[in-house]
């Protein structure tokens, strides 16, 4: 049976999706709360899980070991690496990077992490098509399949995203999905990461941010509500 584990970020990423769920009831573990229930019809354990990598990773992990999750999807916000991606458009992972992760000068490539077969963690096919679907059908012609480039960095300056750019090759940055991904891969449980632009990662992503971030939020839970509808057809 599908259960579905959503992890954003910020109370803005997951405020909308808890008020739509039904029969649901909260678990909190550790300083983390996990909301059980239904969405459009699909079994699905929302969960807000803070900023960065580290918590990501751990919410993850928690959703997989006591919730029993199948399937993981992030939803949030992210600033854009890409010319074509404008803000309010939404990134569908094809995979994943952590653009951060250097081991350089311990004989690895930048963004390789030691021990694991891969550089960039593939979202799963099929969760892939179906984001894809659920977002053109919000906002035809706005959606892009991509790659994520994620660091424990809020991206502001057009140095640091030209040096993001020429290590992953990456269309968004932001600061989790980098993390849920390693925890997926790791436990082979498919997962994809959705993302709505925000800002354009440069120097005008302070200005930005704050302007466009609940409406990018919103419209990528939208996206996630109609992923979870999908999935329960
Ligand atoms: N999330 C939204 N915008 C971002 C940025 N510019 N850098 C990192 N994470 C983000």
Redesign the pocket.
């Known amino acids: 049976m599908t259960k579905l584990g959503i992890i954003g970020a910020m109370d803005v990423e997951v405020a909308i999706l808890k008020e739509k769920m039904t029969e649901k009831s909260v678990t909190n573990v550790g300083k983390m709360a996990f909301f059980q229930g239904k969405l459009a019809g699909c079994d699905v354990v929302v969960a807000q899980c803070g900023v960065g990598k580290v918590h990501a990773a751990m919410c993850a992990q928690t959703l997989c070991d006591r919730f029993g999750v199948t399937h993981l999807v992030n939803t949030g916000?992210?600033?854009s690496l890409d010319n074509e991606l404008d803000i309010g458009d939404v990134l569908v992972s094809r995979d994943v990077m952590q653009h951060d992760f250097d081991c350089y000068h311990f004989g690895y490539p930048m963004c390789k992490i030691p021990g694991l077969d891969v550089t960039a963690f593939p979202a799963d096919e099929g969760l892939i098509a179906m984001a894809f679907e659920a977002s053109e059908a919000l906002k035809p012609g706005h959606t892009k399949i991509g790659r994520v480039a994620t660091g424990d960095?809020?991206?502001?300056s057009q140095e640091l995203k030209d040096r993001i750019i020429d290590r992953t090759g990456a269309n968004c940055?932001?600061?989790e999905g980098g993390a849920i991904a390693q925890v997926a891969y790791v436990n082979q449980v498919p997962f994809v990461i959705l993302r709505a632009i925000?800002?354009k990662?440069d120097n005008s992503?302070e200005m930005d941010?704050p302007t466009f971030e609940r409406l990018a939020a919103e419209h990528c839970a939208a996206v996630t509500e109609a992923l979870a509808k999908k999935m329960a057809e």
Do not use: H, K, L, R
């Open positions: 916000i992210a600033g960095q809020f991206v502001a940055t932001e600061m925000s800002d990662a992503a941010y």
